[in-house]
C-alpha cells in the first residue's frame, strides 16, 4: 500500500533562518506532488506541484521554493523566513487524473 | 476555472441529529467531487469521492453525499451525528486532465451533548 511522510512534524524557527521540509511518498511511482500551506482558521493554500522529476509548478510567488531531486521525494524550502510564512504545511500525493490527494500528517512551523 | 464553495464555516449540530454540510461546486468540463476530513493537527482524509458513477456516494463513518448537476451541489449528509465527527470538513473539485485540485475554505462541525 501507499504511505507518504512528512518530518519534522512541528518546527519552530526564528525569523531569517533557513528552511527545509521533506515528504517523501512509498508504494507508487510518478505521483503527482503537492505542497499546500494551511493558516489558522483558513482553507488550504495551494503552494507548489510538481508532475516529475524537476518539474516544479509555483502557484504563489512568495520567499519559498520547492524540488524534486527524486521520483517521490517532494522538498520545500526557504532561504529566509518571514513572520508570514507560518502555518501548517501539508504534503500530498495523487496518481493522477480523477483520483483523490493524500495527505501526509503536516508540519506546524512557528516563525519567532 | 474549477472552484467550490462551502456555505458556512461553522456548523453547530446535536449528537444523534442530522449533519448536512453544504458545498457547491463550478466547473466548465465534468467534475470529479471530494469530501475530506481533517482532525486537528492532522492532515486531510479522505472521507467519499465521485467521479461519474453513482451520484449517491456513500463513504467511510456513516458518511454520504449526492452530486446533483442541476443545482452544482455535492453536499455530505449523515443522519446521526456523534460527539466523534467533530472536525473540520474540505469540499473539492478536479477534473479528469487537471494536475492540482480545488478546495472549499473549510467548514467546521461542532458536535454538542
Known amino acids: 500500500s501507499q504511505t507518504i511522510h512528512q518530518w519534522p512534524a512541528t518546527l519552530v524557527q526564528p525569523v531569517g533562518s533557513p528552511l527545509s521540509l521533506e515528504c517523501t511518498v512509498e508504494g507508487t511511482s510518478n505521483p503527482n506532488l503537492y505542497w499546500y500551506r494551511q493558516a489558522a482558521g483558513r482553507g488550504l493554500q495551494l503552494l507548489f506541484y510538481?508532475?516529475?522529476?524537476?518539474?516544479i509548478s509555483s502557484e504563489v510567488p512568495q520567499n519559498l521554493s520547492a524540488s524534486r531531486p527524486q521520483d517521490r521525494q517532494f522538498i520545500l524550502s526557504s532561504k529566509k523566513l518571514l513572520l508570514s510564512d507560518s502555518g501548517f504545511y501539508l504534503c500530498a500525493w495523487t496518481s493522477g487524473g480523477n483520483q483523490p490527494q493524500h495527505f501526509g500528517d503536516g508540519t506546524r512551523l512557528s516563525i519567532l | 476555472a474549477q472552484s467550490v464553495t462551502q456555505l458556512g464555516s461553522h456548523v453547530s449540530v446535536s449528537e444523534g441529529a442530522l449533519v448536512l454540510l453544504r458545498c457547491n461546486y463550478s466547473s466548465s468540463v465534468p467534475p470529479y467531487l471530494f469530501w475530506y476530513v481533517q482532525y486537528p493537527n492532522q492532515g486531510l482524509q479522505l472521507l467519499l469521492k465521485y467521479t461519474s458513477a453513482a451520484t449517491l456516494v456513500k463513504g467511510i463513518n456513516g458518511f454520504e453525499a449526492e452530486f446533483k448537476k442541476s443545482e452544482t451541489s455535492f453536499h455530505l449528509t449523515k443522519p446521526s451525528a456523534h460527539m466523534s465527527d467533530a472536525a473540520e470538513y474540505f469540499c473539492a473539485v478536479t477534473s479528469y486532465n487537471n494536475n492540482d485540485m480545488r478546495f472549499g475554505a473549510g467548514t467546521r462541525l461542532t458536535v454538542k451533548p
Open positions: 510538481s508532475v516529475g522529476i524537476g518539474q
